[in-house]
């Protein structure tokens, strides 16, 4: 439940950004760089909320530290944003964007385990990435039944 609102802070994103179909520029991108900030402020303190708020703001965050808003790296990353950066990511490659096609389980699997020169599995910390291997096959069967 936590997991679902992880990107509630692109609301104060422009959206002319969101749907951009091309490549974004430096300033745009540093825009949607600050949306896991706004989620966390957005999401608050209140204790029921706490784990939604971790997610939100460390699920952009990158084992090897070049992720943002902070570029944290390693353990210093709570794993419930660690879990959620390599579904989020999953998520990503299997659906299309203004900018990019639909790629396929294999595909994607390809891309998060061997790389394609953006997504890289040093991006992921050792175990979740273990993990998203052992059940890659049970993530394509609910990706397939959820699908629109």
């Known amino acids: 439940i936590s997991a679902r609102m992880h990107d509630v802070g692109k609301i104060h994103v422009h959206p002319d950004i969101l749907r951009k179909p091309g490549k974004l520029s430096p300033e745009e991108f540093e825009a949607v760089k600050q949306h896991p900030i706004y989620g966390a ?11 939604a708020q971790s997610i939100a703001l460390t699920h952009h965050e990158r084992w090897d530290g070049s992720g943002y808003p902070y570029g944290l790296k390693d353990d210093i990353i709570p794993l419930e944003g660690m879990i959620v950066n390599i579904a989020d990511q999953y998520d990503a490659l299997r659906n299309a964007r203004m900018h990019k096609p639909a790629y396929s389980h294999s595909e994607t699997y390809r891309i998060i385990t ?22 890659a096959g049970q993530m394509e069967e609910i990706y397939e039944e959820l699908k629109g």
């Not at 402020?41 to 784990?51: D, T, V």
């Not at 790389?115 to 979740?128: E, N, S």
């Open 41 to 51: 402020r957005i999401l608050g303190e209140h204790p029921k909320l706490k784990m």
């Open 114 to 135: 061997e790389g394609d020169g953006r997504t890289m599995p040093f991006h992921f910390a050792p175990r979740v990435m273990q993990v998203f291997k052992d059940v």
